[in-house]
């Protein structure tokens, strides 16, 4: 496959492969490669050392949650009047926790978190403007799993029908290698490569343990893992074991090739125009960049004549309003990026309903296909960090919201600090409205709010 290093950009030098890693010849970042059975995942992340080491932190963000849950169980168990029913159903999910810890650092185990330290290698490169979005956690898509792999629901069928619906017969034939971006748990990438027969199939994703079960899967493994449904239709249902394999007509044949790759959808390793079919499932509105920059990256990723294909939903999250855009916006900003749209339909899903949970979404998503006419270079590359924090020189823009951040954690840094095992709310009260010159039953007030969010914050 051809690819391009994703941390200098370069397209021309061959990027030197070995067993255990693949090397850019130009700037000399080396991109590890991890093994999970007969499946060969590289790491081919900008800064693959930074990212490593973030999700370390993600993977033990998981691990102390996990003993919080377990320590506050075992506090439950721990009180006398409990039912026989209500005690059952306690040891059940403390089993099932501590299961689970184990679970994941088994699945976790290719990548070595455990023994990855942090160490500067010299670089003279900052590639710290590349680091990824804070909101993706371990864990944040873990109900796509079992909807994947365990459910069979009949959801996965609806989601490749939305595929299907904006795809029709537009490929005539000419879908030789497919790229998925936020493959995550994989199964889409998997139905799609079945239904189009390409020669070959790229799943991409930044998310280890998702990418990590995507690969078993398609590799015909099946592995067992808790599932944790948010309304538990019963006391069993509070964690429910569950199987996950692809389904017997869907395991691949030795001939067939996929790839799985962890990389960045904003710094994709791939020399323009490797494929000619671009999915993006349930990605457009999660990234952290403009899709008016976005959708230019998508079209390097196409061959002349290419076709993307996107669906999900638009709940786009962006502090700038500008970006949160509509359906008909979205249309112009792909024709914009150099396609031209081929279909584009809004079709009510099912989706993620557990069969052992009360809650359950359905979603009126919105699919396209576009076929790209003329190559749209993106105008640079992504930086997900302003050039005055990679900068360290540089000055702080001094906005409003600053002024509001800080004295907001002035006063809770004051009451808390306040705190000394004797005084009232009341009594703290009187001192910040000394301090602020406030009258006493406002201070009194916003005190109380104050540590009412730590109490709550604590009991969560
Ligand atoms: C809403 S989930 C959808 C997953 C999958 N497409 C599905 O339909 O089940 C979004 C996926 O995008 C991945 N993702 C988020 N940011 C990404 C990025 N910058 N590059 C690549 N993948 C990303 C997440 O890890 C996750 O797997």
């Known amino acids: 496959m051809p690819l391009a290093c994703?941390?200098?950009?370069?397209?021309?030098?061959?990027?030197?492969?070995t067993f255990e890693a693949i090397t850019c010849e130009r700037c000399g970042t080396r991109f590890p490669v991890f093994r999970s059975g007969q499946a060969q995942l590289p790491w081919l992340l900008a800064d693959p050392r930074a990212s490593l080491l973030e999700w370390k932190a993600r993977y033990n963000g998981?691990?102390?949650?996990?003993?919080?849950?377990?320590?506050?169980?075992?506090?439950?168990?721990?009180?006398?009047?409990?039912?026989?029913?209500?005690?059952?159903?306690?040891e059940h999910l403390l089993h099932a926790r501590e299961q689970h810890a184990a679970q994941i650092a088994e699945l976790l185990a290719p990548f070595g978190f455990g023994r990855i330290e942090f160490y500067d290698d010299g670089s003279p490169v900052d590639r710290s403007h590349m680091r990824l979005a804070a909101n993706q956690g371990l864990t944040s898509y873990y109900q796509n799993i079992f909807r994947d792999w365990a459910w069979n629901n009949g959801e996965n069928d609806e989601l490749l029908g939305a595929v299907n619906e904006v795809l029709g017969d537009h490929l005539d034939g000419n879908a030789h290698r497919l790229l998925t971006v936020g493959a995550g748990a994989g199964r889409l990438s998997l139905d799609v490569h079945q239904s189009c027969r390409p020669e070959l199939s790229v799943a991409v994703d930044i998310n280890p343990l998702l990418l990590l079960i995507a690969s078993r899967m398609i590799g015909g493994e099946s592995l067992s893992l808790f599932e944790f449904p948010v309304a538990p239709l019963d006391a069993e249902c509070g964690a429910v074991l569950q199987h996950c394999a692809a389904p017997q007509s869907k395991t691949l044949s030795a001939d067939?090739?996929?790839?799985?790759?962890?990389?960045?959808?904003?710094?994709?390793?791939?020399?323009?125009?490797?494929?000619?079919?671009?999915?993006?499932?349930?990605?457009?509105?999660?990234?952290?960049?403009?899709?008016?920059?976005?959708?230019?990256?998508?079209?390097?990723?196409?061959?002349?004549?290419?076709?993307?294909?996107?669906?999900?939903?638009?709940?786009?999250?962006?502090?700038?309003?500008?970006?949160?855009?509509?359906?008909?916006?979205?249309?112009?900003?792909?024709?914009?990026?150099?396609?031209?749209?081929?279909?584009?339909?809004?079709?009510?899903?099912?989706?993620?309903?557990?069969?052992?949970?009360a809650h359950g979404r359905v979603e009126m998503v919105f699919s396209f296909s576009a076929r790209k006419l003329r190559d749209?270079?993106?105008?640079?590359?992504?930086?997900?960090?302003?050039?005055?924090?990679?900068?360290?020189?540089?000055?702080?823009?001094?906005?409003?919201?600053h002024v509001v951040v800080s004295t907001d954690h002035l006063l809770r840094a004051q009451v808390i600090a306040a705190i000394d095992g004797k005084r009232s709310v009341a009594s703290i009260g009187r001192l910040v409205a000394a301090q602020y010159d406030l009258p006493e039953d406002e201070a009194?007030?916003?005190?109380?709010?104050?540590?009412?969010?730590?109490?709550?914050?604590?009991m969560r």
């Open 6 to 17: 994703p941390a200098c950009g370069d397209v021309e030098q061959a990027l030197e492969k």
């Open 62 to 90: 998981f691990l102390h949650e996990n003993a919080g849950e377990r320590a506050r169980v075992s506090d439950a168990l721990n009180e006398n009047d409990l039912s026989q029913r209500t005690r059952d159903r306690l």
């Open 256 to 357: 067939d090739n996929f790839q799985f790759i962890f990389a960045d959808a904003m710094h994709l390793p791939f020399r323009p125009g490797s494929f000619d079919l671009l999915l993006t499932p349930w990605l457009i509105d999660i990234i952290p960049e403009n899709l008016r920059e976005f959708a230019p990256r998508m079209n390097q990723t196409l061959a002349q004549g290419g076709i993307w294909v996107n669906t999900g939903s638009l709940a786009f999250a962006h502090s700038q309003s500008a970006w949160h855009y509509s359906q008909d916006e979205i249309l112009d900003v792909i024709e914009a990026a150099g396609f031209e749209i081929l279909e584009s339909k809004r079709r009510t899903l099912r989706y993620l309903q557990s069969p052992v949970s």
């Open 376 to 401: 749209v270079a993106p105008q640079s590359r992504f930086r997900y960090l302003p050039q005055w924090l990679s900068d360290t020189q540089q000055a702080v823009p001094a906005r409003p919201e």
């Open 444 to 458: 009194t007030a916003a005190v109380k709010r104050i540590l009412l969010e730590v109490y709550e914050n604590k």
